[in-house]
Structures are given as structure tokens and as C-alpha cells.
């Protein structure tokens, strides 16, 4: 195909159905909320005209949704899903039953606030409330990546027998239209291979999955898992790798992306769809002569902590740019990198900025720099 | 100087941690005889039983089969004593009685 041919002008959310197309789940249960909807309703389309050879189950809402991914992924079938906001809390539940069985669902999360008061437009506290949840949470930046991201998910997914959230922030994200480079079946279907769990619910081969496990197993159980997680690490790092390998696109080592990072003395740390601004803003401070950098954690859980130490080791401060608060405490990634980060001499700011799908500006994130250092740990953009 | 020590509840040497706690023997529950968990148990009068098998298919257990004479029998060792047989037989041929220590 010539470079031209696969390039198309797509909405965030059309090239997230478009990636999971090529993924071929063989159920879709899912159940509509701004502003996922416009991903579900392509793959609704998708299946009605044949493109997609799925069984879509309108369930009644987001806990059936989840409910139905990991009946359907028990009995040995790739699944799919999408939620943010209330659903994701509704679901909540279901969401550590599906990473305690490890099944390998993948899910794509258009990030919104959480209510009350009823807001429908993005920010990251609904994932970032679910970070114990055992689910290998990634946060994209631009559609390209929402896209890469997603097929990348089910390899990493079937590898680790771990579910995988791909985060972008709603609306902000999910309803921008980019270019994406699009990969064709064969090249999908080299890269994630038919799933084949060695054990599946099959009336032929009965066995059970969702027993009791009494205080004398449960531990084991969820430190095996908590170690599947923290290998993933590697396993993440080597997906990304393998995609940049055979299509040319990579995102940092897979883990912590960086831009400008060279002879940095300080960085502002982001996730998600604010990293595209934060680059315009590292590039005016560059052309003032200001040693700044960006680092773009895309992977949250599992958290990288080595990966974020080495980033750091060189830099005098820090400014974490949270589009979510832990109410009662802080921004989420700023307590988690002070944590990483508690026996490096780095100080470390913490900005809340972009909650209810408030713009992160290019005025704001400069405020934040100019603010680096300051004795206010935990400050506020508005 | 009483010192107490409580023994590490430790888990069964034998028992495998398959990952997602899968179990990959079927019919292991059998092994769980549910039977001790009763307080009263069912006991059917087998010249009133009418053979209509309600109590069959109410028991969420699927613990009461037909016998020979084709008359419901508990099987004590899974039954739990919930009474849902009692209260569906149509002729009231089924007791709870007091379970014997």
C-alpha cells in the first residue's frame, strides 16, 4: 500500500472502532455515555453492515457491560467495551473481578468527570479512581496514539492475562479529527494473533472460574497477580518496541514518553491529551533559553517508578500536572511521583488543572513553570 | 509469664494458586459436603409423596431425587435445610424437623 493510501482524516473515537475492528472481538457488550458513544456507535454500525463479525450485546447498563466481557472472554472470545465517568464507577465492581480472573479485556475509556455536580466533559478522575483495580491503565495523546495504543492493548493483554484500559480525555481527545496512519488486516493480524487461552469455560472440558478462595489462598492469589502487573512493566516496553519495529511508531520506551529532555534542570510531568500542549509551551521556553523538558507518562498502572527515577535523576524540579484531584490529598500522578520519586532531591509541584474538561492552556502550563519550586505544594489553575 | 502464640494460618501444602484462582478439576464442590451447615432438615412421608416432583425442581440444591418407587429422597449430604421443599410440596408430605446434634 502506498504511504498515501492507508492515511485518513478520522475522529479520535472512529479510529479507536477502527482499531478494534482489526482486532476482530468476537463480542461488543457495551452500553452508551458521553463521549464514548461515538466509538460503540461505529462498532454497532460495523457489525449491522458485516464489516465486523461480532455478537453486540445491548446490555442495560455499564455493569451488565462489563458482566457480559467477562462471561463472553471466559468462555475463550475476544471482547471489547468503552465506558468513562458514571459507567466506569457502575462498573467499578466488576472491574477487579475481571483483573482477579485475568481476562484480558480491553477497554477504552474516553476520560470524564466524575459527578456530582453532572459534568460531561473530560478529566482523569474516573480511571485514576479505579488505579487498584488490577487493570493496566495507558493514556494517549493524540488519535495516532488512541489507535496504536488499542491494538497494542490486546497483545499486552493476552500476553499478561491482564485487562487493559486505553484512556483519552473526553472530548478534548475523543472527539478531535487527526490524520492516522491506518494499518491494514494482515498487518494486525501479524501483530496480535488469534487469542487461544489454554483454559476457557467449554461444556466439554468443564472447569470453574469465580471460586471462593478462603484467608488461606486469597493472598497468594492477588500476589500473583500484583506480580503480573509489575512484569507487564516489560512486557509494555517490549509491545511498543515490536509495534515501532514493524510500523514505524513508537511512544518513548512505551512506559514514559520524553520531549526535550536533554540538559533539562526541570520538566513538567503530564498525561494524556495535555502533553500536546505542554510541547508547544517546552518549545517557547527552549527558544527562551530555559532548560525544560516534557515527560509524558502514558503508562499509570503499573506505575513506573524506575523509569521515572532515571527521567528525573538529573533535574532540579518538577511541575505534575494533574487533570484529576484526589480529594482530601492531591493530584493522583503528583502523590504517586513523590512517592517514586521520596529519596531523590527533587522538588516536586503539584498543579490541578483541566477538571470537568476545563482547557489546559498553553498560558496555564507556563504559569505552572513559572511557578516550579514554589513553596505551595498543591496549587490550582484556573 | 503466659506468652500467647497464635500459629501463621498457613494454606493447604497441596493446593495449587492457578493463575485467576481457576479450578481445573470439575465437580470439585462435591468434595463440599453442605450438609453440616443444616439446622432442620426435610423429612419426606413417603406414603403421602404424590411423585410430583415440584420439590425436585424447586431444591436449589438439586439435592432430592425420585428413589426406586419413584418417591422424592434427600440426599443429606449436600442438603443446606432452607424448607423451600416443604413449603412447594403440594400435599405436605415434607416436615423440617430439628437437626440431632
Known amino acids: 500500500m502506498k504511504a498515501k493510501e492507508n492515511r485518513k482524516v478520522l475522529e479520535c ?101 466524575l459527578s456530582a455536580p453532572i459534568n460531561i466533559w473530560g478529566d482523569q478522575s474516573d480511571a485514576i ?15 495516532q496514539e488512541a489507535y496504536d495504543t488499542t491494538i497494542q492493548a490486546y497483545k499486552i493483554a493476552e500476553k499478561m492475562l491482564l485487562p487493559v484500559m486505553v484512556c483519552v480525555d473526553g472530548f478534548t481527545l475523543s472527539h478531535v479529527w487527526e490524520p492516522i496512519e491506518m494499518l491494514g488486516q494482515k498487518d494486525v493480524d501479524s501483530f496480535v494473533p ?54 514505524k511508531r513508537k511512544y518513548g520506551e512505551g512506559l514514559v514518553e520524553t520531549y526535550r529532555m536533554e540538559n533539562a534542570d526541570y520538566a513538567l510531568v503530564a498525561m494524556g491529551s495535555a502533553c500536546g500542549t505542554a510541547r508547544c509551551v517546552i518549545d517557547e521556553l527552549r527558544k527562551k533559553g530555559k532548560k525544560a523538558g516534557l515527560i509524558k507518562i502514558k503508562c499509570f498502572r503499573p506505575f513506573p517508578s524506575s523509569e521515572i527515577i532515571k527521567t528525573c535523576s538529573k533535574l532540579k524540579c518538577i511541575a505534575v500536572i494533574d487533570r484529576d484531584i484526589s480529594i482530601g490529598n492531591a493530584g493522583a500522578l503528583f502523590t504517586e511521583i513523590k512517592a517514586a520519586l521520596c529519596n531523590q532531591h527533587i ?29 505551595k505544594e498543591v496549587d490550582w489553575l484556573f | 509469664m503466659n ?63 425420585f428413589d426406586k418407587g419413584k418417591k422424592a429422597d434427600v440426599n443429606y449430604d449436600y442438603c443446606k435445610g432452607c424448607g423451600i421443599c416443604a413449603q412447594v410440596c403440594p400435599v405436605k408430605a415434607i416436615n423440617m424437623e430439628m437437626e440431632e446434634k
Open chain 1, 347 to 375: 522538588k516536586i509541584n503539584n498543579f490541578i488543572a483541566g477538571l470537568g474538561g476545563r482547557d489546559i492552556t498553553q498560558d496555564m502550563l507556563t504559569e505552572a513553570i513559572s511557578k516550579i519550586g514554589q513553596q
Open chain 1, 129 to 143: 479512581a479505579q488505579r487498584d483495580s488490577g487493570w493496566i491503565q495507558l493514556y494517549c495523546e493524540s488519535s
Open chain 1, 194 to 247: 488469534n487469542y487461544n487461552p489454554k483454559y476457557k469455560l467449554d461444556p466439554a472440558k468443564p472447569i470453574t472460574i469465580g471460586p471462593i478462595s478462603m484467608p488461606n489462598s486469597y493472598m497468594f492469589f492477588k500476589k500473583q497477580q500484583h506480580e503480573a502487573m509489575l512484569k507487564s512493566l516489560g512486557v509494555i516496553k517490549e509491545t511498543n518496541n515490536l509495534f515501532s519495529k514493524k510500523f
Open chain 1, 13 to 113: 473515537s472512529q479510529a479507536i472502532a477502527e482499531a478494534v475492528k482489526l482486532c476482530k472481538p468476537g463480542v461488543i457488550a457495551a452500553y452508551p455515555i458521553t463521549p464514548q458513544t461515538r466509538i460503540v456507535e461505529r462498532l454497532a454500525e460495523l457489525v449491522n453492515n458485516g464489516q465486523l463479525n461480532a455478537e453486540y450485546i445491548n446490555v442495560e447498563s455499564e455493569h451488565s457491560a462489563m458482566s457480559a466481557c467477562i462471561g463472553a472472554q471466559a468462555t475463550g472470545v475476544r471482547t471489547f467495551t468503552a465506558t468513562n465517568s458514571q459507567g466506569l464507577a457502575l462498573m467499578s465492581e466488576m472491574l477487579f473481578i475481571a483483573s482477579g480472573l485475568r481476562l484480558p479485556i480491553v477497554m477504552a475509556v474516553t476520560n470524564r468527570a
Open chain 2, 3 to 65: 506468652k500467647m502464640t497464635r500459629k501463621k494460618p498457613t494454606r493447604k501444602e497441596k493446593m495449587p494458586i492457578n493463575t485467576g484462582a481457576m479450578i481445573l478439576e470439575p465437580g470439585s464442590s462435591l468434595r463440599n459436603k453442605t450438609g453440616s451447615w443444616r439446622v432442620r432438615r426435610p423429612v419426606i412421608e413417603k406414603k403421602k409423596c404424590i411423585s410430583c416432583g415440584q420439590c425436585i425442581k424447586f431444591c436449589p440444591e438439586g439435592c432430592i431425587k
